[in-house]
């Protein structure tokens, strides 16, 4: 029987995001057996709360377009580059310890979609690394941006490890420090010389001859790294 009141409802918003998103969310495993269902009781809840929260944050972000740009919205359903950036994203979320990271990664999703310019395969990586890296990375990469004269003139590591000083959330060691600049350095979203210090007076600082300061510079953030902030900016 059929008529205007059977009429099945139109897709909400929720069931829009659950559409472009479901594709990166199906990795909570499957247990079988005594031991193995103990194991999912453990591990399935906390997947479980990503999950939710992470479809929330994207729910809303793409709730927030289709109000605001209901064209470019429409659009995304033919988009092959956000539907990468959107699973990867997601399979990163889930992955993700950290509430924040899982912020960063609904933002660059959000950011995606809003048409960002930043070549897809680009997007893709900067989710990536991500998915690699933690917050505190982040945060110190987000503060160098911040205090970029400061970067320009550090000496060694100490003088960029001062510049976080202020910076919210637990403080990296010495050690932990280094590691963190090194991750940054390995993705070129900083460019640190050979010739920065990693203990004060260790190293004797050249004497380079520049055409201009920034010829002369240890330390700075690189382009890639001010695009990828501004991908993960809310």
Same mark, same amino acid.
């Given at each position: !029987?059929?008529?205007?009141?059977?009429?099945?409802?139109?897709k909400?918003?929720?069931?829009?995001?659950?559409?472009?998103?479901? @594709?990166?969310l199906?990795?909570?495993?499957?247990?079988?057996?005594? @031991?193995?269902e103990?194991?999912?009781?453990?591990?399935?809840p906390p997947?479980?709360r990503? $999950?939710?929260?992470?479809m929330l !944050?994207?729910?809303d972000?793409?709730?927030?377009?289709?109000a605001e740009e209901?064209?470019?919205?429409?659009?995304?359903?033919?988009?092959?580059?956000f539907?990468?950036?959107?699973?990867?994203a997601?399979?990163?979320?889930?992955r993700a310890?950290e509430s924040q990271? $899982?912020?960063?990664?609904?933002?660059?999703?959000?950011?995606? @979609?809003r048409?960002?310019d930043?070549r897809?395969?680009?997007?893709? !990586?900067?989710?990536?690394?991500?998915? &690699?890296? *933690?917050? *505190?990375?982040?945060?110190?990469l +987000?503060? =160098? +941006? @911040?205090?970029?004269?400061?970067?320009?003139?550090a000496q060694?590591?100490?003088?960029?490890?001062?510049?976080?000083?202020?910076?919210?959330g637990q403080?990296?060691?010495?050690?932990? =420090?280094l590691?963190?600049?090194r991750?940054?350095?390995?993705?070129?979203?900083?460019?640190?010389?050979?010739?920065l210090a990693?203990?004060?007076?260790?190293? &004797?600082r050249?004497?380079?001859?520049?055409?201009?300061?920034?010829?002369?510079?240890?330390a700075?953030?690189?382009?890639l790294?001010?695009?990828?902030l501004? =991908?993960?900016?809310?």
């Open positions: !029987m059929t008529g205007p009141n059977l009429r099945p409802p139109d909400s918003i929720g069931d829009h995001a659950h559409t472009l998103v479901k @594709a990166g199906n990795i909570i495993p499957v247990f079988g057996g005594t @031991a193995a103990l194991l999912g009781a453990v591990i399935s997947l479980e990503r $999950r939710n929260e992470w !944050m994207i729910a972000s793409l709730s927030r377009l289709e209901p064209a470019r919205f429409a659009r995304l359903a033919e988009s092959d580059e539907a990468s950036v959107a699973v990867h997601a399979q990163a979320a889930i310890a990271k $899982r912020r960063l990664l609904a933002n660059a999703v959000r950011n995606s @979609a048409g960002i930043i897809g395969d680009i997007q893709v !990586m900067f989710v990536r690394f991500l998915d &690699e890296l *933690t917050a *505190t990375h982040i945060a110190v +987000a503060t =160098f +941006a @911040a205090k970029e004269s400061g970067v320009w003139n060694g590591y100490s003088d960029l490890q001062a510049l976080i000083s202020d910076t919210p403080q990296p060691n010495a050690e932990e =420090f590691l963190i600049c991750d940054l350095d390995a993705r070129v979203l900083i460019r640190l010389s050979d010739y990693d203990v004060p007076g260790l190293v &004797e050249p004497v380079i001859v520049a055409e201009s300061d920034e010829d002369s510079r240890l700075y953030v690189t382009g790294g001010k695009s990828f501004a =991908f993960t900016d809310s």
